[in-house]
């Protein structure tokens, strides 16, 4: 595998200084309180409160914004008093009020954004829109390739910041753990036009800023994280994981990575730089589906521990996990931005569970057919 030095320790260019003013936080389900940027938590803070380092009113581009990530991202935004839109290809409905959200705060929040309905790889037309609209800042939520990336940024030469939501997942595997900004990271990992599109950003004169999540949980969320250990939980099944079960890994709630992709807006600390963000302790697997049950009310699940190579599950994943130690550390966002995560594990997976599972939405169905398979060699072995 081959090892490709960390290109974002890049040259450092000086930009204009933002001013910061009062921010709000808020918990998504109406409840607003209004306080001056602070780095240190209040003992009785909300949870989900958003701590917003705000810059002057900007005129902003969601790259995405209907799921999850941009979902939370763009409320905050329009909270905050910037100009929102996001780019879309219109498949999915613009908005839509989040579970726990007033009437009056979804009116108010439909009523402000807007939307540039368009395909973003159509380069000619990302170009001639983005160009008449004038953008100030950019964040590009669902970016996958750097070729998807540079008409954006040819497209507006006056940007004054372009904010990445890259992934954890560019590291290289090490036995070194957690992974550092400054880590190895592998051109040959899945998430290798990620680590291009980090790599054309140091290249550009552009103000840049690239965050790294690590597993990303909460309410609305389309990746089955939380959600496979909640179908087994409520069938009452055993919760197959392999091997051991004391794989460590890391989850980040989605509502604290939106408030460090809004901590960075404007920041003159943030130019040019990379920040994991996750949550502040990791977990093993067996933890992680004990954490899971305690957060749903359910009782203490059994595990089944299983050897993967011993199965073949076709194409299924039968897990959704990487099975491997898997975690960063985020003490750099939190000593350069001030920002720490409100949720810890349990908390943040009931949020997820209150707001989502917990009222039947969920986004796939149940699919216990590995279970099943590995369930049935355990009986056999068991008698």
């Known amino acids: 595998m081959g090892i490709m030095a960390n290109p974002m320790a890049a040259h450092h260019q000086k930009f204009t200084s933002f001013s910061v003013l009062p921010s709000s936080l808020s918990d998504f389900n ?19 409160g958003l701590h917003v380092t705000a810059s002057a009113k900007k005129n902003i581009l969601i790259m995405g914004g209907t799921r999850f990530i941009g979902i939370f991202l763009s409320r905050l935004l329009v909270k905050e008093g910037h100009q929102v839109t996001l780019f879309t290809r219109g498949k999915a409905p613009v908005t839509q009020q989040l579970p726990g959200e007033s009437e009056a705060d979804y009116a108010d929040f439909k009523s402000k954004i807007l939307h540039l309905k368009g395909d973003r790889k159509d380069f000619d037309f990302v170009k001639s829109s983005l160009s008449a609209a004038g953008f100030d800042v950019v ?22 910041q372009f904010i990445y939501c890259s992934s954890a997942g560019v590291y290289l595997k090490s036995d070194l753990l957690p992974h550092f900004e400054v880590d190895a990271v592998d051109p040959k990992s899945r998430h290798k036009g990620k680590l291009e599109t980090e790599s054309l950003l140091a290249s550009k004169d552009v103000n840049w800023t690239s965050i790294r999540p690590v597993y990303i949980y909460g309410p609305l969320n389309y990746n089955p994280v939380e959600e496979w250990f909640f179908h087994r939980l409520k069938a009452g099944r055993p919760i197959p994981i392999p091997n051991s079960g004391i794989q460590i890994t890391q989850l980040g709630h989605v509502k604290d990575l939106a408030n460090a992709f809004v901590q960075v807006l404007g920041n003159d600390k ?56 898997f975690f960063a550390s985020i003490e750099k966002a939190k000593s350069v931005l001030g920002w720490k995560p409100e949720f810890d594990l349990v908390e943040g997976l009931a949020d997820s569970y209150n707001l989502d599972f917990g009222r039947g939405t969920f986004r796939k169905e149940a699919d216990f057919s590995t279970d099943d398979i590995i369930l049935g060699k355990s009986l056999v072995l068991q008698a």
């Open 139 to 160: 964040y590009d939520i669902n970016g996958r390739e750097a070729d998807e990336v540079e008409p954006i940024i040819d497209a507006l030469p006056k940007l004054e």
């Open 270 to 325: 943030a130019s040019q730089q990379v920040f994991n963000i996750s949550g502040e302790k990791y977990v093993s697997f067996d933890g992680l589906a004990k954490a899971c049950a305690k957060a749903g009310g359910f009782p203490e699940p059994e595990i089944v521990h299983y050897n993967p190579k011993e199965f073949d599950f076709g194409k299924k994943k039968p897990f959704p996990f990487r099975d491997q130690h």
């Open 30 to 48: 109406g409840a607003r309180l209004h306080a001056q940027v602070q780095y240190k938590r209040k003992v009785m803070q909300p949870k989900g």
